[in-house]
């Protein structure tokens, strides 16, 4: 298993409607993680963080992490077009200095 | 502006012509790092830097070679291009450890014939 796995997508929601995107990870990452949006092109932007289970709410997006079930999530509520990005999912690597980052879900905002 | 920046944006070379991708920060950040990202794969550690003079392989740092000789500047070099170093590339910083959040720059897409 992939320390920190996504489903690539494409996630097609419509205007409006809430986006949900996904994220699971191992036991060879510690348990705080980081939401990227990357639009095409550009670089990773931090969105969202979140280091106990629950949820975090930061306007139109809430993070979920349930540490249960070794997976965290990300909802857009009121998605709109501008969105439409792939959102990467990052979590401290257990036994070094570095983040680990899932390969990204791709999400489409059709208005 | 607190940022990272990074120099060329974009570059087309050959197989085997040196170059160096420069990249600093102004955020006075002790740890600085390379990742390439390929369609597929993902973002991949090259090489991380903890401070000045410290710098350890990431996940696929055959082909390249870093430097950390001031705190701001973690250059990225690429002594003999091959093809399979055309990807995109971004230089991150954080505050101290890696282990929080990231500060990544534009990118530089490479392009090796």
């Known amino acids: 298993q992939k320390e920190v796995e996504q489903n690539s997508g494409p996630l097609s929601v419509p205007e409006g409607a809430i986006a949900s995107l996904n994220c699971t990870y191992s036991d060879r990452v510690s348990q705080s993680f980081f939401w990227y949006r990357q639009y095409s092109g550009k670089s990773p932007e931090l969105i969202m963080s979140i280091y106990s289970n629950g949820d975090k709410e930061d306007g139109r997006f809430t993070a979920q992490l349930n540490k249960a079930s070794q997976y965290v999530s990300l909802l857009i509520r009121d998605s709109q077009p501008s969105d439409s990005a792939t959102y990467l999912c990052a979590a401290p690597w257990e036994y070094g200095n570095k983040l680990v980052f899932g390969a990204g879900t791709i999400l489409r905002v059709k208005s | 502006e607190a940022q990272v920046t990074q120099n060329p944006r974009y570059l087309i070379t050959v197989t085997g012509k040196k170059l160096t991708v420069t990249c600093s920060q102004n955020?006075?950040?002790?740890?600085m790092s390379w990742y390439r990202q390929d369609p597929g794969l993902g973002l991949r550690q090259i090489y991380y830097s903890m401070n000045v003079e410290v710098t350890d392989k990431g996940d696929v740092p055959e082909g390249y070679k870093v430097s950390r000789k001031e705190k701001r500047n973690f250059p990225l070099i690429l002594e003999s291009p091959s093809p399979n170093q055309t990807s995109l590339y971004f230089c991150?910083?954080?505050?101290?450890?890696?282990?929080?959040?990231?500060?990544f720059g534009p990118g530089t897409r490479l392009l090796v014939l």
């Open positions: 955020m006075n950040h002790e740890y």
């Open positions: 991150a910083s954080s505050l101290t450890t890696g282990l929080e959040t990231q500060y």
